[in-house]
């Protein structure tokens, strides 16, 4: 079973910046697709960032230009750099790791806890 866990998350002002890390616990940053997504309170999860096995990143429109997904093969972590920060940001962030899980092509879905950014005006 792999396990996710997410840290960096906070509270910041309007304009700043914070960077989450979400650690795996078994070797699949580099293999698999990996996914930010976000809840705010009393809205539906919704997807932020991916970051394929190749390298292929893409964003919500949302967050382009501001948000920056990347990874550390090394350290089986994957990022999320946040800029300029709004408070419409403010929600739990979550990662996922859709990982190939039989040669047809399988897939299951890990999630971590979760991790809280506050955006104050």
């Known amino acids: 079973q792999v396990q996710l866990v997410e840290s960096g998350g906070g509270l910041v002002q309007a304009g700043g910046s914070l960077r989450l890390s979400c650690t795996a616990s078994?070797?699949?940053?580099?293999?698999?697709?990996m996914r930010w997504y976000r809840q705010a309170p009393g809205k539906q999860r919704e997807w932020v960032a991916t970051m394929t096995s190749g390298g292929s990143t893409n964003y919500a429109d949302s967050v382009k230009g501001r948000f920056a997904i990347s990874r550390d093969n090394t350290k089986n972590t994957v990022f999320l750099q946040m800029n300029n920060l709004k408070p419409e940001d403010t929600a739990v962030y979550y990662c996922n790791a859709e990982v190939v899980v039989n040669v047809e092509g399988a897939k299951y879905n890990h999630w971590g806890q979760g991790t809280q950014v506050t955006v104050s005006s």
């Open positions: 078994k070797s699949i940053v580099s293999g698999n697709t």
